[in-house]
């Protein structure tokens, strides 16, 4: 059974966080450190073509003013840190979500990583950040409405077309930390069929061995599309 696509729901940066004594922060730039280890093993290494993460959602802007502007600043100084090392090693790396509300400084290393790597051919890492998954659905029919697409044009096909980056394909496995057993929104209509994986493990204690051990249970798994 193939794997093209898989998706992490990067959740419990705050738990792990706390259950050690620490600032939330500390929780947020630990799960930073682990998506950039763990992204590289699953495209590298794994040979998994795309990678997505869950990094910001829509609904995060509702979180205290403080962590906002901290998961802000996070977010900017990771794009810049970790942008050599990834286009060294040929590895795309493309936003799906909104550039509403951001301020101009991560809307330019968003814009930078997206621009630089843009022929890379090793892997694609998907970042959903400041994403939420109605949103996108709402997005795209907006565009088909201004694209004048008639009723009788409108098809799977061609709403997954007018998606956030439309090249980035249907998810395969979904993965999701911290117990949680929700998509809160996550790639809904890439979600249609793709296979669940619930994991009790904090994101940021994460490792490469769960990563095995999760692709060997999707790989046991019997794929049936509505059959």
């Avoid at 729901?9 to 799960?31: F, V, Y």
């Avoid at 994986?197 to 790989?219: Q, T």
Wanted: with cysteine; net charge neutral; glycine share 8%.
């Amino acid at each position: 059974m193939s794997l093209k696509h898989i998706g992490i729901i990067m959740d419990g940066n705050r738990r792990w966080a706390k259950a050690r004594g620490l600032k939330p922060s500390e929780g947020h730039t630990q799960g930073y450190k682990i998506l950039r280890e763990l992204s590289l093993y699953v495209l590298l290494e794994k040979k998994i073509p795309f990678v997505s993460a869950f990094v910001f959602s829509t609904e995060n802007w509702s979180r205290a003013e403080e962590e906002v502007s901290f998961l802000m600043g996070l977010v900017g100084r990771a794009l810049n840190e970790y942008l050599d090392e990834f286009h060294q090693k040929n590895i795309r790396v493309l936003v799906l979500g909104t550039r509403e509300k951001l301020n101009s400084s991560v809307i330019k290393a968003l814009d930078k990583d997206e621009t630089t790597t843009k022929n890379n051919t090793a892997g694609t890492l998907a970042l959903c950040f400041n994403y939420g998954g109605q949103q996108e659905i709402v997005d795209a029919t907006k565009k088909l409405i201004k694209e004048g697409v008639s009723e009788s044009q409108v098809t799977a096909e061609s709403f997954a077309a007018a998606l956030y980056h439309p090249e980035v394909p249907p998810l395969d496995l979904v993965v999701r930390t911290s117990g949680e057993k929700r998509l809160s929104g996550f790639m809904l209509y890439r979600a249609a069929y793709s296979e669940f994986l619930f994991i009790d493990k904090h994101w940021p204690e994460f490792s490469k061995a769960d990563i095995d051990a999760g692709l060997e249970e999707f790989y046991n798994r019997q794929r049936r599309y509505g059959k």
